[in-house]
């Protein structure tokens, strides 16, 4: 980390048909929330998709060309600007070991760092909350589980419920 500052790596991708020019306004706005939010800004670039790969986006070609430019520049957080699924996120997570966010969700964390009211906070929690119900999936090989069986009976114990 710079100064204590999170190192950013920030991507914009876009599909056929929005233009370059409209990729580029987005990805200007995406450096100002990520400056905004108190990051370093390390790297950027615009990437151009013709089909968003189903479990990583960009695949696996463009993962690995990134991965020697994020150690190089020692990133720790990478923000994508593309609708994409949770699991999306968290396959790029773990394939560079380094956390993912979009920008809803860095828009979310600019809220928090400003909120300064009890009411405010609330609401940011919240918000936060809605965000996150359809992102469980446990953590770090943590799964979600439910406890099987009854009251007095020995079921099989916390699974993974699909």
């Not at 968290?90 to 860095?106: A, G, P, Q, S, Y």
């Not at 359809?134 to 079921?155: A, F, N, P």
């Amino acid at each position: 980390m710079l100064d204590g500052l999170r190192r950013v790596y920030a991507i914009e991708v876009f599909q056929h048909p929005t233009k370059l020019s409209t990729a580029k306004q987005d990805e200007e706005e995406l450096i100002h929330l990520i400056r905004t939010a108190g990051y370093s800004l390390v790297g950027n670039e615009c990437y151009q998709l013709r089909t968003p790969n189903l479990h990583s986006l960009l695949g696996s070609g463009k993962l690995e060309a990134l991965q020697p430019v994020f150690e190089a520049q020692k990133i720790d957080l990478i923000v994508l600007d593309f609708p994409t699924k949770p699991y999306v996120l968290k396959n790029i997570e773990d394939f560079f070991n380094i956390e993912v966010m979009d920008r809803t969700r860095l828009i979310l964390e600019i809220f928090k760092k400003r909120a300064t009211s009890s009411e405010g906070k609330i609401q940011v929690a919240l918000a936060e909350a809605q965000y996150e119900i359809g992102r469980l999936s446990g953590g770090k090989g943590i799964s979600m589980s439910r406890l099987g069986g009854g009251v007095g009976t020995r079921g099989p114990g916390e699974q993974k419920m699909d």
